[in-house]
């Protein structure tokens, strides 16, 4: 439910997150999750609600054989789902886009960096900022497939 909150008034983090991942010109895989887990379009993310299990997610990624992954999430990975998120994360290269309120929770920067990769903090208001960091993470000036990002 949080991601019903308005980032900017009349503007709310879950349609803020769809125009980022729809402006990029990029082909990329989209995993939206909460609970649950579904494969959609950059064009046709769900409107999806509930607690932040991030373990389904991975679990597909490795059966779909993906190696890496943006995550932008504004939540901390449920309590009860983050030991198995660190046991699925073995393989996939994680960059993590915390984009909730107050600090960044320090189970996404342990989890990002069991994957190798990073976490950060990030504005998503400034969602042209964001946009450009995550063009520049799939690589400028190409129209194939990349991905996934996982929302």
Do not use: W
Not at 13 to 22: G, N, P
Not at 36 to 65: D, F, Q, W, Y
Not at 118 to 137: G, I, M, P, S
């Amino acid at each position: 439910g949080s991601m019903a909150e308005d980032v900017e008034p009349g503007r709310t983090k879950y349609q803020a997150a769809c125009d980022l991942v729809k402006n990029i010109p990029h082909a990329v895989t989209v995993f939206a999750f909460n609970h649950g887990v579904v494969e959609c379009t950059k064009n046709t993310i769900p409107s999806i609600s509930g607690h932040t299990s991030l373990s389904p997610a991975l679990r597909l990624m490795h059966s779909k054989g993906l190696k890496e992954s943006i995550v932008l999430t504004d939540g901390e990975v449920n309590e009860y789902d983050q030991e198995e998120s660190l046991r699925q994360v073995k393989g996939i290269t994680l960059k993590v886009f915390y984009i909730g309120a107050g600090e960044k929770p320090e189970f996404l920067t342990k989890l990002a960096n069991a994957s190798g990769g990073f976490c950060t903090k990030e504005d998503l208001a400034d969602t042209k900022q964001l946009q450009n960091k995550v063009q520049l993470l799939l690589g400028a000036g190409s129209a194939q497939q990349k991905g996934p990002i996982t929302l």
